[in-house]
Each structure stands twice: as C-alpha cells, then as structure tokens.
C-alpha cells in the first residue's frame, strides 16, 4: 500500500467502519491522547519489539485492529502507537471506529496464538516441534547478542522477540529442529530446559560433531567415573537443585552455565567438583565460552 492511497472504508451494521490508515508518529501522538483511562498498562517490551520491527521494515499488517470507541476514545492500539512514535517512522495498520460497549466487554477474552501456533501456522515448524523450535530461537538469539551472561540471566523484558524476528532467527538458525528434537530427547536423562539443551547442541556442534555426540551420549547413557567426573558433577547438581522445593526451576541461563561449564571440563579433560554459580551478593559466574 502507498501511502498516498486514497482509503477505502468499510461499514458495519451499528455504524462501526474500519480502514486501513499510514499512522505517522504526529498522528500517533494526537490518538494517544484519545487514550482511554482506564487502558491496560503499556508493555515496554512489546513496544521495543514493535519499534525495532519499523524501524528494519519488517512491519506487517497482521489483521489487528487499533480501535476507538463510540465517544472516539482510543481502546486497543496503545502499544502500535506508542512504537510508532518512538520509532520516528510511519506504519500501516487497520483501524476500526465506533466499537460499542457490548464489544469492549468480549475484547481480547480470545485465546491469543502463541509464537508456536505462529510456526506451525506459517509452515516454519512442526507441530511437534513449534514450542521447542521457539523457545530454541529465543535463547539462541539471546546468546549470541550477549543478553545472556551469567548463569542468573534471564531472557525476555526489552529483548523479548516479535513473531517477525523469531520467524527470521527460526529461517536463520541451521538445523534448529533437529536440535529442537535432540533436546525434547535429551531432556529425558537431564531435566534441563529443552531451550538450553538445544543451544549447546547448536554451539557445540560448531565445535565438534563427534564430541557433541559423545557428550551427550554420556549423559543419556550415565557413564561417569567416580569423583570429579564432569559428568557426575553435572547430574548431582541438577538433582539437587530440583530437589530442593517443588516450586524451584532451572532457568536456562543457568542450564548454559552448568552445559558449558561441563563441556569445557569434557574437552579439556579437567576435573570439576563444584558447580558454582554464585550469588546475588558475590555476583553470579558468568557463562564460559564453550572451547
């Protein structure tokens, strides 16, 4: 769409019309001061993803709706324009006027598609293989821009990925779902987030096909040997942290810290007795570089 185009507007039967509009960032601003009071807060991450979207011209009209009520008031679409102020650049998207009362009751009570019906959707991955493919390409993606850094590191918050750039890390990651699967697999003989598993498999394969395959074939198959063994240092750890309370959960920050830490042990034939990652008050160890 140009966007000098002329618009075509559509009618509903209670006088709603919708159309497709080129917001500039002066015109967000004029309709976020339409913004209705009692809005739902804004989401900075979602409004950093949107903007980074923009601004590399990945935008897409998705079929989503920025909407005023029947006083004119803005009641869905904060974020989109939020983003579009500060991304200082214009966007197309579809608007609708003149939603009723009844509507704003039943707004946004659908279940939302999740980033893996969003794969399977659009072809990027099987069902079977949706979630972890997606939460693979996340933390792969946070890895290497170094959003990842130490073994409390968490993903999300300003780095949470829109659907456009997971759809392009997903198109970009090599092998990414027969890593997804190899994980799922793994998971199975070290209760590690599937994500986790599946980046080191990912890294260490760039390393070295048969050491991957030897490393984790010791850990599916429990060969360790006796005191200092990587290996065993790694499984009681991991034992002993999901015993610890039923509430408690490994974050994959910290699966990579004990992955990578193990794999280097492996490597280098070291022995390691102690899988340390710190404190809030000593600082946590940060994640080695897999050798």
Same mark, same amino acid.
């Given at each position: 769409?140009? #966007?000098?185009?002329?618009?075509?507007?559509?009618? =509903?039967?209670?006088?709603?019309?919708a @159309?497709?509009?080129?917001?500039?960032?002066e015109?967000?601003v *004029?309709w976020?001061?339409?913004?209705?009071?009692?809005n739902?807060? $804004?989401?900075?991450?979602?409004?950093? =993803? /949107?903007?980074r979207? &923009?601004?590399?011209?990945?935008?897409?009209?998705?079929?989503?709706?920025?909407?005023f009520?029947?006083?004119?008031?803005?009641?869905?679409?904060?974020?989109?324009?939020?983003? &579009?102020?500060?991304?200082?650049?214009?966007?197309?998207?579809?608007v609708?006027? =003149? $939603?009723? @009362?009844?509507?704003?009751v039943?707004?946004?009570s659908?279940?939302?598609?999740?980033?893996?019906?969003?794969?399977?959707?659009?072809g990027?991955?099987?069902?079977?293989?949706? #979630?972890?493919v997606?939460?693979i390409?996340?933390?792969?993606?946070?890895?290497?821009?170094?959003?990842? #850094?130490h073994a409390?590191?968490?993903?999300?918050g300003?780095?949470?990925?829109?659907? *456009?750039?997971?759809?392009?890390?997903?198109l970009?990651?090599?092998?990414?779902?027969?890593?997804?699967?190899?994980?799922?697999?793994? /998971?199975? /003989?070290?209760?590690?987030?599937?994500?986790?598993?599946?980046v080191a498999f990912l890294?260490? *394969?760039?390393?070295?096909?048969?050491?991957?395959?030897?490393f984790?074939?010791?850990?599916?198959?429990? &060969?360790?040997?006796g005191?200092?063994?990587p290996?065993?240092?790694? *499984?009681?750890? $991991?034992?002993?942290?999901?015993?610890?309370?039923?509430?408690?959960?490994?974050?994959?920050?910290?699966?990579?810290? /004990?992955?990578?830490?193990?794999?280097?042990?492996?490597?280098e034939?070291?022995?390691?007795? #102690?899988?340390q990652?710190?404190?809030?008050?000593a600082?946590?160890?940060?994640?080695?570089?897999?050798?």
């Amino acid at each position: 769409m140009k #966007k000098d185009q002329a618009p075509t507007v559509a009618h =509903g039967p209670a006088s709603e019309t919708a @159309e497709f509009v080129f917001v500039t960032p002066e015109l967000a601003v *004029s309709w976020l001061a339409l913004n209705i009071d009692n809005n739902r807060n $804004v989401r900075k991450s979602r409004i950093n =993803g /949107y903007v980074r979207d &923009i601004q590399s011209d990945r935008w897409v009209i998705t079929g989503e709706a920025i909407k005023f009520d029947t006083e004119g008031r803005l009641i869905d679409g904060q974020n989109r324009c939020q983003a &579009i102020v500060a991304a200082g650049k214009g966007a197309w998207v579809l608007v609708v006027r =003149g $939603v009723s @009362e009844e509507a704003l009751v039943v707004l946004d009570s659908g279940a939302a598609r999740s980033t893996g019906d969003m794969l399977i959707i659009t072809g990027l991955s099987e069902r079977a293989d949706a #979630k972890d493919v997606g939460a693979i390409a996340r933390l792969q993606t946070a890895y290497q821009a170094g959003d990842v #850094k130490h073994a409390a590191s968490h993903i999300g918050g300003s780095y949470g990925l829109t659907k *456009s750039e997971l759809a392009e890390a997903v198109l970009t990651i090599p092998y990414i779902e027969f890593a997804a699967r190899h994980a799922r697999g793994m /998971y199975r /003989y070290l209760r590690l987030p599937v994500s986790a598993l599946g980046v080191a498999f990912l890294e260490f *394969s760039k390393l070295s096909a048969d050491d991957t395959a030897e490393f984790f074939n010791r850990i599916r198959d429990g &060969i360790q040997n006796g005191p200092g063994d990587p290996f065993l240092t790694l *499984s009681r750890r $991991v034992t002993s942290d999901l015993q610890s309370g039923a509430a408690r959960r490994i974050l994959p920050g910290q699966a990579l810290f /004990y992955l990578f830490r193990t794999w280097n042990a492996f490597r280098e034939h070291e022995a390691l007795v #102690k899988l340390q990652i710190g404190s809030t008050q000593a600082g946590f160890t940060p994640i080695p570089v897999p050798k």
